[in-house]
Structure formats: structure tokens, C-alpha cells
């Protein structure tokens, strides 16, 4: 197997998982405001960096959102197919706040996209 050919499926793979994604979140309009709103509020308290797992927790824990899965993502059994919120796309979310605010670009310390 060249390296081309090695490159070129991890690019297949990400895209595939950015394209998961963009489903996920067209699906799920609710999710985005609420991340949104509760990262603006940990700005506002001061923070200079803040973690997307808490900006997650506070959704998944403190209000009433459920989400529907992209496909390809197994449904949650409990549910009825719903999940409380996929945190799967957690990265994404991050990403696409630093890119709609440049403001605040690096808020969310993230890594370099990888192939899963």
C-alpha cells in the first residue's frame, strides 16, 4: 500500500465523519444555541479557555434535549431511539464555535483532526 493510497483514506475517513456531522447538526438545530449560549456564559464569568466536555454535560445534564442520531450511529435502546445528546461530535461543535466567533478562536483547545 503506498502512502498515497494510506493518505487518501484517512481523508476518505475524515470526511466522512465531518459529513456524519453536518447531518448531526442540521438534524439537531436545538443543540447549538444552547452550546452557544452556555460557552458565552463561561466567558462572561472570565474563563480564557473552557472545556467542550463541560459546555456537553451542561446540556446533557441540565436542560430536557434529546437528539436524533446521524445515521450510521446506533439509536439509544433506552429512548425509543434518541440519544440525551451524541457527544461523538464534541470536537466538531468546538471547531465550528472558533470558526463562527474568530473573536474567540482557541476558546476550545483542540487537536488536529484525525481519522477514528
Known amino acids: 500500500m503506498t502512502q498515497e493510497m494510506v493518505l487518501g483514506d484517512l481523508f476518505d475517513q475524515r ?3 465531518e459529513r456524519k456531522f453536518e447531518v448531526y447538526d442540521a438534524e439537531n438545530p436545538h443543540i447549538w444555541p444552547l452550546f452557544v449560549r452556555f460557552t ?3 466567558i462572561e464569568r472570565g474563563y480564557q479557555h473552557y472545556s467542550v466536555n463541560g459546555i456537553f454535560e451542561r446540556i446533557r445534564w441540565h436542560t430536557s434535549v434529546e437528539a436524533k ?3 450510521g450511529d446506533p439509536p439509544n435502546p433506552d429512548s425509543g431511539g434518541s440519544l440525551k445528546i451524541n457527544d461523538h461530535y464534541r470536537a466538531y461543535y468546538a471547531r465550528k464555535f472558533n470558526d463562527t466567533f474568530p473573536r474567540y478562536d482557541g476558546y476550545f483547545r483542540t487537536r488536529k483532526l484525525r481519522a477514528a
Do not use: D, K, R, V
Request: charged share 10%.
Open 15 to 17: 470526511n466522512h465523519l
Open 40 to 42: 458565552f456564559e463561561t
Open 69 to 71: 442520531p446521524a445515521p
